[in-house]
C-alpha cells in the first residue's frame, strides 16, 4: 500500500484482519504479563492518527480499548507509546487520546512521540545500554508502509530484551513488485539485515516468497527470537500482506496461534485469512478445521516406537513449528488417532477413556 496523503484516509479490508488479531492476543498479553511484572509496555511504532476516514478504530485505539474494557484486574502500570513521526496525525492522535484517558484505569500511561520509529527506539535502546537496564516487558507493533524504517538491528536490540516481542507487517506485495528497484537495495539490506535477499532476484512467484519468508524467519530468530509466526492476507489468489510475530516465550507463541485461529474477518468474500508454516498453509477461523497437517506433524516428530509424555506433544504444538495451538490436540487430534488405533496411551493411574491427564506417555503408529 503506498503512503496515503493528509491526516485520515480510508481504511484497507484487509487492515482489519491484523487488527483484530492483535485485540484477540492484547486480551490474553495484558492480564498474563501485567500479573507478573510491575510495568508492561505495549508500542506502536507507527500509529497514525488513531483513525481511519469513516471513524474506524486504528491500532492505538484497539490497543487502548482492550484494556479499558477488559474484565481482569490488571495490577502491572500499562504504558502506551505511540510513535508517529507525521505532525498532525501526531496531533489528531493525541486528540484522541485525551478522550480515552478517562476511560483507561488510574494506572495506565498514554504517550505520544512524533518521532520516527527508527530514530525513537534506536536512542531508547542506546540509553538502556548506557544504563545497563532491561526494557519491561513489551509488546512492539510496527505496521509501516512499505519496508523503510524497521531495521533488523532495531528489532534485534528489542528482541534482545528478555520480555519483548514483536508484531511486523511484512509487505510482500510491494516488496516484489519493486523487488529489482536499486532504491530498495538499502532499504531491503536494512530490514533483513543481510544481502541474501539478493539471491532470490532469479527466482519467480512462490519460489521468491518461500525464500524471503525463510530468510527472515531466519534472521528473526537470529535476532534473539526463539519462535516466529506469520499468517497471511490474501485477496482472491493474491498475497496481500503477512503479519511476522517474534518472541523468546513458547506460551507467546501458543497464544498468538489462539488469537489468529480465533479471527476470521473475512468470511466467504475476496479476502482470506491464512497462517503458514513452511509450505504448509492452513485455512483459518474456519468452523470445522481440518487437523490433518498437526496429524502429520504429530506423527512426523513421534512417530516411532518410544513413548512421550503428553507435556512434550504440548510443548512441540505450542512452538512455531505447527500452525496449531495447545487447545486443539487433544480432543480433536488424540482422541480419534486413539480410536482409530493410531496411539496407545500408559498412565500408571487409572484414566477415563480418551483423556490425556498430566504424566501419561502417548506411543504413535
Do not use: Q
Given at each position: 500500500?503506498?503512503?496515503?496523503?493528509?491526516?485520515?484516509?480510508?481504511?484497507?479490508?484487509?487492515?482489519?484482519?491484523?487488527?483484530?488479531?492483535?485485540?484477540?492476543?492484547?486480551?490474553?498479553?495484558f492480564p498474563i504479563?501485567?500479573?507478573?511484572?510491575?510495568?508492561?509496555?505495549?508500542?506502536?511504532?507507527?500509529?497514525?492518527?488513531?483513525?481511519?476516514?469513516?471513524?474506524?478504530?486504528?491500532?492505538p485505539v484497539v490497543a487502548m480499548r482492550v484494556l479499558?474494557?477488559?474484565?481482569?484486574?490488571?495490577?502491572?502500570?500499562?504504558?502506551f507509546v505511540f510513535i508517529e513521526k507525521e505532525r498532525m496525525r501526531a496531533e489528531h492522535l493525541n486528540r484522541l487520546v485525551d478522550?480515552?484517558?478517562?476511560?483507561?484505569?488510574?494506572?495506565?500511561?498514554?504517550?505520544?512521540?512524533?518521532?520516527?520509529f527508527e530514530s525513537r527506539m534506536t536512542d531508547v535502546l542506546q540509553a538502556l545500554e548506557d544504563q545497563k537496564k532491561r526494557m519491561a516487558p513489551a509488546l512492539v507493533m510496527m505496521d509501516p508502509f512499505g519496508i523503510?524504517?524497521?531495521?533488523?538491528s532495531v528489532i534485534r536490540g528489542i528482541l534482545g530484551n528478555r520480555q519483548c516481542e514483536v508484531y511486523v507487517t511484512f509487505m510482500w506485495e510491494e516488496m516484489n513488485r519493486f523487488f529489482t528497484t536499486s532504491e530498495f537495495e538499502p532499504h531491503m539490506d536494512a530490514m533483513f539485515g543481510t544481502d541474501a535477499w539478493r539471491r532470490a532476484a532469479d527466482m519467480a512467484g512462490?519460489?521468491?516468497?518461500?525464500?524471503?519468508?525463510a530468510l527472515y524467519k531466519a534472521q528473526l530468530k537470529s535476532a534473539g527470537a526463539k519462535h516466529v509466526l506469520h499468517f497471511h492476507l490474501y485477496k482472491r489468489n493474491g498475497l496481500?500482506?503477512?503479519?511476522?510475530?517474534?518472541?523468546?516465550?513458547?506460551?507467546g507463541s501458543d497464544r498468538m496461534k489462539k488469537a489468529i485461529w480465533k479471527v476470521a474477518p473475512f468470511g466467504g468474500g475476496d479476502f482470506s485469512f491464512r497462517g503458514g508454516n513452511s509450505d504448509q498453509m492452513v485455512m483459518l477461523g474456519v468452523t470445522e478445521p481440518d487437523y490433518t497437517a498437526l496429524r502429520s506433524a504429530l506423527l512426523g516428530r513421534f512417530g516411532d516406537t518410544r513413548w512421550v509424555r503428553i507435556e512434550d506433544i504440548l510443548e512441540f504444538v505450542r512452538s512455531d513449528e505447527t500452525m496449531f495451538h495447545d487447545g486443539q490436540v487433544k480432543k480433536p487430534v488424540l482422541k480419534p488417532m486413539e480410536q482409530e488405533g493410531h496411539i496407545e496411551v500408559n498412565h500408571h493411574r487409572q484414566r477415563r477413556r480418551f483423556t490425556y491427564p498430566a504424566g501419561c506417555r502417548i506411543r504413535f503408529h
Open positions: 500500500m503506498a503512503a496515503p496523503r493528509g491526516t485520515l484516509w480510508p481504511r484497507d479490508d484487509h487492515t482489519e484482519g491484523k487488527h483484530l488479531v492483535l485485540k484477540e492476543y492484547l486480551k490474553a498479553w504479563l501485567g500479573k507478573f511484572n510491575g510495568r508492561i509496555l505495549f508500542v506502536d511504532g507507527f500509529a497514525g492518527p488513531g483513525e481511519y476516514a469513516d471513524g474506524e478504530e486504528g491500532s479499558a474494557d477488559h474484565a481482569a484486574t490488571i495490577r502491572a502500570e500499562v504504558v478522550r480515552w484517558r478517562p476511560e483507561l484505569p488510574p494506572s495506565a500511561k498514554v504517550h505520544v512521540l512524533e518521532d520516527s523503510k524504517d524497521i531495521p533488523l512462490s519460489e521468491r516468497r518461500r525464500h524471503l519468508y496481500k500482506y503477512s503479519v511476522f510475530f517474534a518472541t523468546r516465550h513458547p506460551l
